[in-house]
Nanobody, 119 residues
Framework: VQLVESGGGMVQPGDSLTLSCIFSRSSLTPYRLGWHRQTPGNQRELVADIISDGATNYADSVQGRFTVSRDRPRNAVYLQMNSLKPEDTAVYYC??????????????WGQGTQVTVSN
């Protein structure tokens, strides 16, 4: 499965940005789709994800500002980011956990997209 992100860029504090991730069709079924981010010298951290029943999960630092959503027909997952702060600056990675018909799970990552929040 290939995941391709888009929508990153440079914005000012308080601005909004939407990240998109399109994943290729396959025989695997998406179970959990989401976004992580990473800054230099730090581990990749979960930002938000959404599972197959629609339940969502957010990092405390983005709760109330970011929204993760999924478009099943388009094989897409989005991250709407509002009220951006300089500390949101990072490389954002789309990831997905997919399952096969035997119940085995597989994790895939996108290539990452840079988000910079600065004056």
């Amino acid at each position: 499965v290939q995941l391709v992100e888009s929508g990153g860029g440079m914005v000012q504090p308080g601005d909004s940005l939407t990240l998109s991730c399109i994943f290729s069709r396959s025989s695997l079924t998406p179970y959990r789709l989401g976004w992580h981010r990473q800054t230099p010298g730090n581990q990749r951290e979960l930002v938000a994800d959404i599972i197959s029943d629609g339940a969502t999960n957010y990092a405390d630092s983005v709760q109330g500002r970011f929204t993760v959503s999924r478009d099943r027909p388009r094989n897409a997952v989005y991250l709407q980011m509002n009220s951006l702060k300089p500390e949101d600056t990072a490389v954002y990675y789309c990831n997905g956990i997919f399952v096969d018909d035997k119940g085995y799970d597989y994790t895939y990552w996108g290539q990452g997209t840079q988000v910079t929040v600065s004056n």
